[in-house]
């Protein structure tokens, strides 16, 4: 049976957190620990030091780039790396607020999603996304250093609803200012409404192994996100970024 029989052209579809997610996790300059009774945190650095960090807005922008911009095909012969190397260019200097034609996606042979792809080239990868600097440098930084109002978090939710069903992901910035106990990008790709809350599900770079959680609270008109190993959970003040020219 000739090898395109025996692996059909997948279909793009939804977000799937399996396929289309780093399979490498974006590496932590510092271990957090937070005491269970008065959540007062404590750090140290990580030994050994990190060799992958500081790039979680690029690794969320590149998320998309990739499940926008790329269609995978596992029904290919690999590539060698500098042909690999150049695709990676090419997907991540795409824009990453808007989609692009079906006819218009690179194709990367070998592979059936980002996370294999990943798996497979994590050096190549890890060597094109973009520098540190790209995550420093967001022209949605601004937004954070003036005040997050309770009802701008609810016109956040709505917006991240829309953004979810026009675009199918919302990038977002979570963060605290001015006592910056966490300043961080996910991907959203789901959500689940009820009459108290809307769940958001996202892929978080720093925790490649599973899905989280981000949590807005309809009553309070508040955002949460859940504790994970450098975030001691509670509210925090979100945005949506690579979104429209402010942001």
Not at 177 to 200: A, C, D, K, W
């Amino acid at each position: 049976m000739p090898k395109s029989e025996r692996n059909p052209k997948p279909e793009i579809g939804n977000f799937q957190f399996e396929r289309d997610t780093f399979g490498f996790a974006h590496e932590l300059v510092w271990q957090y620990r937070f005491d269970p009774v008065t959540g007062a945190m404590t750090t140290f650095r990580t030994v050994p030091p990190p060799t992958y960090y500081h790039r979680c807005f690029v690794m969320a922008r590149s998320t998309r780039q990739f499940f926008d911009h790329a269609r995978f095909d596992s029904a290919l012969p690999e590539a060698e790396d500098q042909a690999y190397r150049k695709l990676i260019h090419q997907i991540v200097s795409r824009n990453p607020r808007r989609g692009c034609a079906e006819s218009e996606r690179l194709v990367v042979p070998g592979y059936e999603g980002l996370r294999s792809f990943s798996q497979a080239c994590e050096p190549l990868l890890k060597a094109e996304l973009g520098g540190p600097w790209q995550s420093y440098f967001l022209r949605s930084h601004w937004r954070m250093i003036f005040p997050v109002r309770r009802w701008h978090q609810e016109r956040i939710a709505r917006q991240l609803q829309r953004s979810l069903q026009e675009q199918r992901l919302a990038l977002v910035h979570l963060f605290r200012f001015p006592r910056i106990t966490i300043n961080h990008g996910i991907v959203l790709y789901e959500m689940e409404e009820s009459e108290e809350q809307i769940q958001f599900t996202a892929y978080d770079p720093n925790i490649p192994t599973h899905p989280v959680k981000l949590i807005y609270d309809r009553a309070s008109r508040t955002i949460s996100f859940p504790p994970a190993c450098y975030w001691a959970g509670g509210p925090l003040s979100v945005i949506e970024i690579f979104r429209g020219g402010l942001y």
